[in-house]
């Protein structure tokens, strides 16, 4: 089993940053891919970024050149840096693991409020 644990959400201003972090722990070796899944109210759950093991990185297009998704493989820990921050940002982010995708792990969740 895989335990993922978010931190860093909160509330920012249109155009600031935040960056998430999101530690793994459990059986490292079910864990190949990593990433961060968002869900906006009356929305449906979709794939922010993923990052491999060996470093391959996806983004959504309405999140690229603006969030960054980056880990730490000692860790086991993958971080998600927000920049120029937009009101449609506002989600739960939740973090998310597995091998060939991500998906078979899930995190709690962590609430990101982009304000005016």
């Known amino acids: 089993q895989v335990k993922l644990v978010e931190s860093g959400g909160g509330l920012v201003q249109a155009g600031g940053s935040l960056r998430l972090s999101c530690a793994a722990s459990g059986n490292f070796a079910s864990i190949n891919v990593m990433g961060w899944y968002r869900q906006a109210p009356g929305k449906q759950r979709e794939l922010v970024a993923d990052?491999?093991?060996?470093?391959?990185?996806n983004y959504v297009d309405s999140v690229k050149g603006r969030f960054t998704i980056s880990q730490d493989n000692a860790k086991i820990t993958v971080y998600l840096l927000m920049n120029s921050l937009r009101l449609e940002d506002t989600a739960v982010y939740y973090c998310?693991?597995?091998?060939?995708?991500?998906?078979?792990?899930w995190g709690q969740g962590t609430q990101v409020t982009v304000s005016s």
């Open positions: 998310s693991a597995g091998w060939i995708t991500v998906g078979n792990y």
């Open positions: 990052i491999s093991r060996g470093g391959r990185t």
